[in-house]
């Protein structure tokens, strides 16, 4: 019998943390969501809630980073 490609689906469910930020970094992460609001034609949500900024900062931030990449593909070349 013949298989699907796909043989698993990943857990992608979000994952909920708190974190708390040093007092300069919260009025940068307000800043940069008025700033990115005003760009995007006043996107009143993204300044009430600049907390959705992080993701997707962080994950630009581990994207960019060879070192981790570098050693993130050796790991999983171990398992």
Known sequence: MDKLRITAIPD??????????????????????RFLAEENGGDANLG???????????????????VFLKKRKAQSEKT
Not at 18 to 33: G, M, Q, S
Not at 49 to 66: H, Y
């Open 48 to 66: 009430k809630n600049p907390a959705r900024l992080v993701p997707i900062m962080v994950a630009r931030f581990i994207e960019r980073d060879r």
């Open 12 to 33: 992608s469910r979000p994952v909920r943390m708190t974190i708390a930020f040093p007092a300069e970094i919260h009025r940068d992460l307000l800043l940069y969501a």
